[in-house]
C-alpha cells in the first residue's frame, strides 16, 4: 500500500527553526509537494521537489531523499502566522497526489 | 471569477437526498479534483479528470459522480447522501504537467444528517 507519514502535531517558540519530517512509501516517485492550510481554509503550495537536495524559499526550505524516502519542511524565524497544518504529498507512479495527514504546528510566543 | 470557486460554502443535508457541490475554475487548467479531507486523514482523492470530457476514479470513489462537459466546471454529486459523507470537500485544479501544484477551492462543509 502507499502511505505517507508526518507527526501529528508539534510545537516552537516564535522566532525559532523547526523541522517538519515525511517519509513515504508510495508506488513510483513523481515529485513530493508541501502545502500549507491554516484552519478552516484551503491548502496553498509552498514547495515541490523532485531531485534530491534542498530547495529554498525564503524562510522556508524543503529537503529530498529519494533513496531513504524522506522529506523535511524547515521553517525559519517562526512568526505566529506560521500556526497551520502543514501537508506533505507524493505523486505517483499515475501522476496522483497521495497525501499525509499533515502535521499542526502550534507557534508560542 | 478569480482562481478557483466551490458552492455552497457548507450545507447540512438530509440523508437520503441528492446533493450536487459545484465547483469552477477561471485558470483554463486541464486537470480537476475533487478531494474530502477528515480529521486525522490525509486528503483523499474522489474522482479526477486530467481534461474536459474524460473522468476517473479516485481512491474513495463510491457514492460519488462527477461530469466534465467543459474546461472549467466539475461539479460532484451525491446520489443519496449517507452521514459518513460528512467531510469538508476540496475541489482542486493543476495545468495538469507533472512538475506543477494544485490550487485548491475554500472548500465545501456537508454535515449529512
Known amino acids: 500500500g502507499q502511505n505517507i507519514d508526518q507527526p501529528t502535531e508539534m510545537t516552537a517558540t516564535e522566532g525559532a527553526i523547526v523541522q517538519i519530517n515525511c517519509t513515504y512509501q508510495?508506488?513510483?516517485?513523481?515529485?513530493l509537494f508541501w502545502y500549507q492550510q491554516h484552519a478552516g481554509e484551503a491548502p496553498t503550495f509552498l514547495s515541490y521537489n523532485v531531485l534530491d537536495g534542498l530547495e529554498e524559499k525564503g524562510r522556508f526550505s524543503s529537503f529530498l531523499s529519494r533513496s531513504k524516502g524522506y522529506s523535511y519542511l524547515l521553517l525559519k524565524e517562526l512568526q505566529m502566522k506560521d500556526s497551520a497544518s502543514y501537508l506533505c504529498?507524493?505523486?505517483?507512479?499515475?501522476?496522483?497526489?497521495?497525501w499525509g495527514a499533515g502535521t499542526k504546528l502550534i507557534i508560542k510566543p | 471569477i478569480a482562481g478557483i470557486t466551490q458552492a455552497p460554502t457548507s450545507q447540512i443535508l438530509a440523508a437520503g437526498r441528492r446533493m450536487t457541490l459545484r465547483c469552477t475554475q477561471d485558470m483554463r487548467h486541464n486537470a480537476m479534483y475533487w478531494y474530502r479531507q477528515d480529521l486525522g486523514l490525509g486528503l483523499r482523492l474522489i474522482h479526477y479528470?486530467?481534461?474536459?470530457?474524460?473522468?476517473g476514479k479516485g481512491e474513495v470513489p463510491d457514492g460519488y459522480s462527477v461530469s466534465r462537459a467543459n474546461t472549467d466546471d466539475f461539479p460532484l454529486t451525491l446520489a443519496s447522501a449517507v452521514p459518513s459523507q460528512t467531510s469538508v470537500y476540496f475541489c482542486a485544479s493543476s495545468t495538469g504537467t507533472e512538475n506543477t501544484e494544485a490550487f485548491f477551492g475554500q472548500g465545501t462543509r456537508l454535515t449529512v444528517v
Open positions: 479528470s486530467n481534461t474536459a470530457g474524460t473522468t
Open positions: 508510495t508506488s513510483g516517485f513523481n515529485g
Open positions: 504529498a507524493v505523486r505517483d507512479s499515475n501522476y496522483q497526489l497521495i
